[in-house]
């Protein structure tokens, strides 16, 4: 520990030993729930074993490791000095921490902000800041959804529409049929992909639910990234989000 506190930038720790009890595995999860992000600390349990005349051969157990899932609900669920959370507000950051551990261990594109959202969206970048691919979890209504949002000052009409005239071919891309929604009484517009199918308060749906969102948003992307990339806005149009 002395070491470590002489240490800049990211550090793991690991400790092996042949075993390992409760008391030190809870010291090892204390450390990862407790410190800052960029220090892990993993504790593995070493063993010998041998098959038939074979060499005796070590294999290593992990029994305590870092898990990013409880560091962000603990980061965020401190609230940053804004107060407490409620319950629900609690759930959405569980949920989408959730999400992006199921990201992580699939080295998926997108990535949840830090700390996680404590509300029903979380949004991800595509590169151009007029437009926003948005993850929705309504735990009220069990609406789960995947949208791309055309959110300009003042262009976003002219965006929707220049898209709409592909819009056969887009949904033929895609793979469903989408919601094409041009939100004349709001700034935003948006394509969207909604299901109805899942029990989002249910945490033994969570994989099924985040497989479905990040399944979507690689369609999106894949549909419309070219398309993002070549759009030019109206003359006279800064590109700037809302």
């Not at 074979?54 to 940053?80: E, L, M, Q």
Request: aromatic share 12%.
């Amino acid at each position: 520990m002395t070491y470590l506190a002489g240490q800049e930038g990211h550090v793991t720790v690991v400790w092996i030993a042949e075993t390992f009890r409760d008391e030190h595995r809870a010291a090892i999860d204390w450390l990862n729930a407790s410190t800052i992000s960029g220090f892990d600390f993993f504790a593995v349990e070493v063993e010998v074993l041998r098959i038939g005349h074979s060499p005796p051969a070590p294999r290593f157990n992990i029994v305590g490791k870092p898990n990013s899932w409880s560091r962000s609900v603990t980061r965020a669920t401190r609230g940053g000095g804004e107060g407490e959370l409620d319950e629900r507000e609690r759930e959405y950051v569980a949920y989408w921490s959730a999400f992006d551990a199921f990201l992580r261990e699939r080295n998926a594109p997108f990535k949840v902000p830090d700390p996680p959202p404590s509300n029903y969206y979380c949004g991800f970048g595509i590169g151009r800041t007029a437009f926003w691919p948005v993850a929705l979890a309504g735990m009220r209504d069990n609406r789960l959804s995947v949208e791309l949002q055309f959110n300009h000052r003042t262009a976003s009409k002219a965006i929707f529409d220049e898209f709409s005239k592909e819009r056969d071919a887009i949904d033929a891309e895609f793979g469903e049929r989408l919601e094409w929604l041009r939100l004349d009484d709001q700034i935003r517009s948006k394509v969207a992909i909604v299901t109805t199918e899942f029990r989002l308060t249910d945490r033994d749906q969570w994989p099924q639910q985040h497989a479905w969102l990040l399944d979507r948003l690689q369609k999106f992307k894949r549909v419309f990234r070219d398309r993002i990339k070549d759009f030019r806005l109206p003359e006279g149009q800064q590109e700037a989000p809302n």
